[in-house]
Every structure is written in C-alpha cells, then in structure tokens.
C-alpha cells in the first residue's frame, strides 16, 4: 500500500515527487471527458520511469493475438484502444540544457487534481544542472463543454539569475504502447502542416481510423503576446519554439489549445473543417473563460452524482474521486463507446468492455444520470447482437444462440485465454440482468420490445445448448465453465453459473408471457422473426424446472462448484502477509487447487438475487466464503459490504467499503501504476447507496434501510428514479428526504411507508 496522497475532500494531493512512484501518478491524477483522456504525464521531457499514455475513445488496433498453442475459436487479435497524439509536449531549455526533472535537483513539488474543476494542477520548483533555479506552474483540461478538444497552460520563471530560455509546443504522432505485441507501431503519418495552426493528421494500420490533431499555440512574455521564431515539422511532428531572455524573477508562458477529431465521428473530407470548427471554438477565449466553463460543466455532474460524508475526510475524497473518475471516462453521449477497466489511466485490459460495465457501473448511471445514459450501455450490446450470434456460432452454437464476448471493442471476442474466451460464459447472465435492473428501475417497457427482449432470447438459446442431461442425476449440468472467481478453472457446475442461467432463461419467457398481454401484435412479429415456437419455451421450462444446483444440505450453503469441499479449507487470515497478493506470489497450479476466491463467485449471485433468500441462508453463505477470500479482484470488496451491511455487520461493511473506496488512492493491490480500476469505482458508489443506504427497487417503489457507520456524522446523495429526483441524507440520530421534482412519490424508508411531496409544497 501506499499513503502519500494527502487527505482533501475536494483535491488529490501529493506534496513531493516520488520519482519511484511516479507511474502510480500518473494513473491517480489522469483526467478526460468521456472522449479522450490521459494518464498524468509531464508536458516537459522526464528521462525518469513513465508510462506515456493519450487515449482516443474507440479508436482501436487489433493487435495480432500472440499465444503459444492456438485453439479453435481463438480470437485472432486482441482489440486495443491504443496510445494516441501526444499533444501535451514541450521541449523546455535552459541556457541550452533541457528541463527533465529526473536530472534536477527537486526543492518543492506539488501534483492536484481539482475534483470540483475537472483541472490537473502541477507546481515545481527545480534547480538545473549549471545552478539555475525555475518555478513551473502548469494547468491542464480535458474539456468536458467540447469533448473533441484539451487545453494546457505552461507558466515557467527563473528565479535566481538571467538566463535564455526557449520553448518548443509539439504535437508528436511517433507513440507506441508499452503492450504492443513485437513492438509493433499502430500509427502511419498522413499529414504534417505548419502553414498557419501546427496540424498532425494519423491513420491506424488496418482498422483506419484518421485523426487530426490542430493545435494553436500562444506565447507570453511578460504579460506581452509574442510570436514564435520558427515551425517545424517532420514526420509524425509539428512544432512551434520560441527563444527569449529572462531576468530574474521573469516568466515565460505557453498556452496550448488543442482540437483532436476522428473519423470514428466525422467523414474524411469534413475531418478538417471540424477540426477547425472546434479549435475555434476555444482558442477564442482566454484561458480563465475555459476554466469556467469546465467549472460550471462539473457543477452541473456534481449536482446530480456527488455524496456528500461529513466526518471522514479519506471517505468524503474517496468517493468522490472514484464519482469523477467514472464521469470523466463514460458520458453517454455515443452510445458506440462503453467503459473501459483502465478507462483513459493506462494500458492493462486493452480499454475495451468487460461484463463490469453490466454488473456494476449501469446502477450508477440509472440512478444519477437521465435514464437516456444507461440505455445507451444497453443498446451497445444491442449493436453487437449479431456478432454475440456469430461469436457464439464459433464455438459451435446455432439457431440464434448469442454468446456475448468476454472482451470486446467492436462487438467480436478478442480475449485469448482459453478459459476466459470459452469458459467464463457468465458474462452473457449480467448482461440479461442489466436488461432486468435498468427496465425494474426506469419501467422503461418500449426498450423490451425493440430491443432488450432480442437480447434474452439470444442469450436464452445460448444456455439451453450449452446445459447438457445428467443421466446420472437426473438433471441438467453445466460442464467445463470458470464463474467469477478465476482462481478456478474449468470447473464443473458453477453455482452462480448455472443459477444465472436458470434465472435467464426464467425472465425471458416471464417477459415473453408479460408482452402476449400488452403488445401482442408486436410480440407476434418479433417471435416470428426469430422463428421462436412454444416448443423451445417448453425446453427451457424443463430446464428452469430440472437444473442442478450444488449445495451443501450439512453447512447450508451453495457450493461454489462440484468438488469445491474436497480442498483444504484454511481461512485467508491464516495466510502470512508476505505471500499475498496470490498472483504476485504463488504459482497458477497452486492457486488453482487452493481454496481461494479471487471475488465474489457465490456471493456474487447472492448479491443479484437476493429477494429468492432469507437472511439465514444469505449469513450462513456469507460466513462461509467471505473467509476464504482475498479479494484480489478490484470488483469484490463491494458486493461483500453490500451483503455485510444487509446482515448488519456494519464494521466489517465500512472496512469493505473503505478498501474498495481506496483501493486506487492507496493501491491496496500493488497495480495502480497499470492504472485505474474504473469500473470498480462504481463498487464504491454501490457500497454506499446500496450498502449503507439499502436501496433497492422491489414491486415497483424505492426501499431504503440504512445504517451509517459510527465515525460518520451523516452522508448524503441524490437519486433519480422514474422522473424522480431525491434528495437522501443520513445523520447519527435522523434522516432526510427531499423530493426535487414536481411529483409526489411514495417509498418505503427503514420499513416505514412514507409518502414524500415535492420539496417546494413541503
């Protein structure tokens, strides 16, 4: 773990560069705006350990997939969202010696990310080698008002004496990812201009995607506008300079706006015009005229998303840094793109979409967003249909059977692990449950019939081909399948597997039966594109009716999987520190036939479905697996302090909470540097709106019941529930609701009935 990131409920803070962690900044103060973003890098040149990274959402490469034993039904590329522009660079000199901090003496040091702002603040002050001494401030935006553009503000002073300084602003298309198989470069150069904005113009290998980066630059002298003293450019680079003297105690100051377009979102031949359009559109304001736009962009998300915790400073930081974290990499506003693992923070995952956005960051966005955001998560996977049908036709389905990818940019797998690509098909389970969770919250009953009910069909007939008879038990089997935890593979009758599929196959014809009432010309004519007969529903009936669930009648818990209770059962608080984290440590044959759990596998479903359970049955399975747990997986500790905080175990949900709160702050898992765990961040929101507060939608109204853990003094957020916005606040001895809209709304709150007014006739 580390500890250096100083306490602020409004800022990230670190008051000294560490140039060993350095990397683990850089993830930490990454910022974007849903459209592009990018890890903490230095705008002058560092010689130090770094991990360049600028990222372009949905620009992507398929990096030829590179393993040793090809099987059938490999993916034949991992799809990455690759290193882009660099277009925050400056070559900075000092009386001819370049500024690297990495061959400086460092005399103060401040990294802040401005949560409130949405900016990245960096101040420093440095002696060079020949005895000179600067200050740098630096500001930077990724500006949420114009999500195709970014801004730099790049202040430099000499303190102690005279010297010559010069100042080259670069846009340089040379990148290459650090995960790039044979170091392969993604990128060829189509343009390099100078003529009047310095304009880079790129284009992927194989998948094409152009981007055009414009930038224009200005220069600062005392307060006084100067001219640059030449451009340049070569291939993959354009740059700008400027050459003055300083007194002491003078500054130079670049500002740098920069336009970056693709023609993911524009036409080739209109690529430049907008370009220009959106430079235009900022170059033509001071640089404190576009921080308050970004300001007053952020206000406008804080109003809807932010909790507020009083008492608990590292709590209060960070929630909120995990609420902008997921706001600043998914705005819903292109329903092509998804949520990255790593988001716009680094490398690891290839950027592209796990079943994570499904399982936890959708209740996010229902619940603070217009429901016009989750259903855009909804209809990516609509998109993608036919390729989860062809997909799943590769590993030998038919008939419409749909086998969503584990991982995807495009809608085609591209993970190559065998036991991920074939095995962890569980990832088709979340998918329906979003489809159950987004339409239970918003009652949004159009999306089933054009599109959400398509989806459970598809994944439907996937299950009923993929279970098979057991003659010996009488009951349908799940054979050869990794659920959640993947400290186990190629296990038989996954528990949370099989009663995911159980429960799929059970909602979609409760669906379908629902529909024949309402819309039954309109079902009519889907069921018959589908060539869906009663005979097939009658199939899953019998599977619904006859799946085998493995349980322990003697402990009273589900099991994990068939054999699960053949391994030595030592609980992980007897494990000595110095052997975890397992990965880091153990050899994968000796994880496997360990007893750990990497997250919530069991527990998972349990989570999902938890109105089928009474309290008894949900302790006894807690009590069971939550010990033999490492939580190694960023997306565990959340659903463990959901189910802790339901049993009332409200110490043991805060430190859940807490760890998957900070997680990244404090890199409880020694991987931050790869960068952000972003879609576990909504685990933290979850922890607290689920966990503590108790929300939960049951017969069609809101539920709350609600604990607050001792060393708060209240917390409190907004919800948004069927055109409804409420206000939620939670002290020691009291509670409050607020209804913000101009509705009434009835909810039922620590058991209570209470029927809630708008705010304004209260």
Not at 51 to 61: D, E, H, K
Not at 699 to 714: A, C, E, R
Request: aromatic fraction near 12%; include cysteine; charged fraction near 25%.
């Amino acid at each position: 773990m580390k500890n250096y990131i100083i306490h602020d409920p409004w800022h990230i803070i670190e008051d000294q560069f560490r140039a060993e962690h350095n990397e683990f900044s850089e993830s930490i103060f990454s910022i974007g705006n849903g459209r592009m973003g990018q890890r903490a890098n230095f705008e002058e040149a560092y010689s130090g350990k770094t991990m360049q990274g600028s990222y372009l959402a949905g620009v992507y490469y398929p990096d030829k997939t590179r393993v040793g034993w090809w099987k059938n039904g490999y993916p034949e590329y991992f799809a990455k969202v690759i290193n882009a522009v660099q277009w925050i660079g400056l070559d900075v000199q000092i009386d001819g010696t370049v500024l690297d901090l990495a061959k400086c003496e460092i005399t103060s040091f401040e990294r802040r990310l401005d949560m409130k702002g949405g900016v990245l603040y960096r101040t420093f002050k440095a002696k060079m080698p020949n005895g000179t001494e600067v200050e740098v401030t630096a500001k930077r935006m990724y500006h949420l008002f114009q999500s195709d553009t970014t801004s730099l503000q790049y202040t430099l002073r000499v303190l102690n004496s005279d010297a010559n300084v010069s100042i080259r602003s670069y846009l340089n298309g040379d990148v290459l990812n650090r995960d790039s198989n044979y170091d392969e470069g993604f990128w060829v150069p189509i343009v390099e201009d100078i003529q009047d904005d310095l304009v880079l113009v790129t284009e992927t290998k194989k998948t094409q995607f152009r981007v055009e980066a414009r930038l224009q630059n200005v220069f600062y002298v005392g307060g006084a506008v100067l001219s640059s003293d030449r451009k340049r450019k070569e291939q993959f680079y354009v740059g700008e300079e400027l050459h003055t003297h300083l007194k002491a105690g003078e500054s130079v100051r670049v500002e740098k706006y920069v336009a970056m377009v693709t023609s993911l979102n524009h036409p080739l031949d209109k690529l430049t015009e907008a370009a220009k359009t959106s430079l235009k559109k900022i170059a033509s304001k001071s640089y404190s005229e576009l921080m308050q736009l970004q300001t007053d962009a952020w206000a406008h998300i804080w109003q809807e998303s932010d909790i507020q915790i009083e008492g608990d400073v590292a709590a209060q930081q960070a929630i909120r840094f995990n609420i902008f974290q997921l706001n600043q990499t998914y705005t819903g506003e292109d329903v092509r793109l998804n949520i990255g693992p790593k988001g716009f923070t680094g490398e690891k995952y290839g950027g592209v979409t796990y079943w994570d956005t499904e399982a936890y960051c959708l209740p996010f966005y229902l619940a603070t967003q217009e429901p016009r955001i989750a259903r855009n998560l909804l209809l990516y996977r609509y998109q993608h249909l036919e390729k989860a049908i062809e997909n799943a036709g590769k590993l030998g389905f038919s008939d419409g059977a749909a086998l969503y990818p584990m991982v995807t940019i495009n809608g085609e797998e591209c993970h190559n692990e065998w036991e991920i690509t074939f095995e962890e098909i569980h990832r088709n389970g979340a998918i329906a449950f979003a489809i159950y969770n987004y339409v239970r919250y918003t009652d949004d009953r159009e999306y089933l019939l054009a599109h959400g009910l398509e989806i459970l069909i598809g994944i439907s007939r996937f299950w009923a081909q993929r279970v098979n008879w057991s003659e010996q038990k009488q009951q349908y089997v799940m054979l050869g399948v990794t659920g959640p935890n993947e400290y186990e593979n190629n296990v038989n009758n996954n528990w949370y597997t099989n009663k995911i599929a159980v429960w799929c196959l059970h909602y979609t014809l409760e669906i379908i039966q629902q529909e024949q009432t309402h819309h039954e010309d309109r079902l009519y004519e889907l069921l018959s594109r589908l060539d869906f007969k009663a005979k097939e529903g009658a199939q899953w009936q019998h599977i619904i009716d006859n799946m085998y669930l493995p349980e322990d009648s003697d402990r009273g818990v589900f099991l994990q999987q068939d054999g699960f209770l053949d391994k030595e059962l030592i609980p992980v608080a007897e494990l000595p520190a110095e052997v975890r984290p397992l990965n880091q440590h153990w050899s994968w044959d000796r994880i496997l036939r360990s007893c750990y759990i990497k997250q919530a596998d069991v527990l998972q479903g349990i989570y999902f479905f938890e109105d089928e359970f009474d309290t008894d049955t949900i302790r006894r399975n807690y009590d069971f697996y939550e010990p033999l747990t490492v939580h190694e997986s960023s997306l565990s500790p959340c659903v463990h302090a959901i189910i802790a905080a339901k049993l009332g175990k409200e110490e043991k949900a805060y430190e859940f909470y807490l760890r998957t709160a900070r997680l990244d702050l404090d890199d409880y898992n020694n991987d931050t540097e790869d960068g952000l765990h972003i879609t576990s961040m909504a685990g933290t929101w979850l922890a607290i709106v689920e966990g503590f507060a108790g929300m939960r939608v049951r017969d069609g109204q809101l539920h709350f019941q609600t604990f607050i853990p001792k060393n708060w003094q209240s917390y409190a957020f907004h919800v948004q529930y069927r055109g409804t916005k409420l206000y939620i606040n939670v002290s020691q001895d009291d509670f409050e609701v607020k209804n913000l809209s101009d509705t009434e709304i009835s909810i039922i709150f620590n058991g209570e009935q209470l029927l809630i007014e708008p705010e304004w006739k209260s």
